[in-house]
């Protein structure tokens, strides 16, 4: 069954620094997204993209967040000067068209600790 | 704005037993998708089961069945003949018919005993 694949498993980073996260979704689906778990909290909503742009994002997503679909396989999300609240596992996921109700697809997820 | 309540912090069940796992949520929207989540350790998000609120039958993946209340706004998920590997982090969520996405709840861990 096909994967997303996100990369690397675990990032760790000293606060200021840039970070990308990477992912390769499934490679028919359109609709990618990112999610963040800080250690112990629910699952939070970061952004969804499609079309080459963004569709929505949540209060999250200040402008120290970006994400890009440099080619045709992967998509990234960049954190641009990281601080210690950003340590989470952030999870990449993508789906065919949301309206049909399909469901997303996670990959296993970075680990990124800010230190 | 939607909000998901999972009120189960943890659930403990005896392997081969059923257990259900309880989760509500607020929306004033009529269409809409609502689906379980399963975490183990591994932290991967694995989809359980899909359920679409214009749908009455309650949707059923072998020994995973929901109990969609629509009036009551409550989509429980039970699990027969509950295994070792059942034990995780259980999320329910929500999602509108025309939106992109996941509303999570704040999840539920299940612990399965031998």
């Known amino acids: 069954e096909p994967e997303v694949t996100q990369t690397p498993s675990h990032q760790v980073t000293q606060m200021g620094q840039e970070v990308i996260l990477r992912c390769v979704p499934i490679?028919?689906?359109?609709?990618f997204y990112w999610y963040r778990q800080i250690l112990g909290q629910k699952v939070e909503f970061l952004v969804s993209?499609?079309?080459?742009?963004?569709?929505?994002k949540s209060e999250i997503f200040d402008d120290q967040f970006s994400v890009e679909r440099p080619d045709g396989s992967n998509f990234t999300l960049k954190i641009r000067s990281t601080k210690l609240e950003d340590s989470a596992m952030y999870f990449c996921?993508?789906?065919?068209?949301?309206?049909?109700?399909?469901?997303?697809?996670f990959g296993n997820g970075t680990r990124l600790t800010v230190t | 704005a939607q909000t998901v309540t999972q009120s189960q912090p943890e659930m403990s069940v005896q392997e081969a037993e059923t257990v259900t796992l309880s989760c509500t949520y607020d929306?004033?929207?009529?269409?809409?998708?609502l689906f379980w989540y399963k975490q183990p350790p591994s932290r991967q998000m694995i989809l359980v089961i899909r359920?679409?609120?214009?749908?009455?039958q309650n949707a059923t993946e072998n020994r995973f069945s929901v109990n969609f209340q629509k009036a009551a706004k409550s989509f429980s998920l039970k699990i027969s003949d509950s295994q070792l590997g059942d034990a995780a982090m259980y999320f329910c969520?929500?999602?509108?018919?025309?939106?992109?996405?996941?509303?999570f709840g704040a999840g539920t861990i299940l612990r399965v005993k031998s």
């Open positions: 359920q679409e609120a214009y749908k009455q």
């Open positions: 969520a929500y999602r509108r018919a025309d939106g992109n996405k996941l509303v």
């Open positions: 993209f499609y079309n080459n742009e963004i569709s929505e």
């Open positions: 996921a993508s789906s065919e068209p949301p309206g049909l109700g399909s469901p997303l697809h």
């Open positions: 490679s028919n689906h359109l609709y």
């Open positions: 929306t004033s929207e009529s269409d809409y998708y």
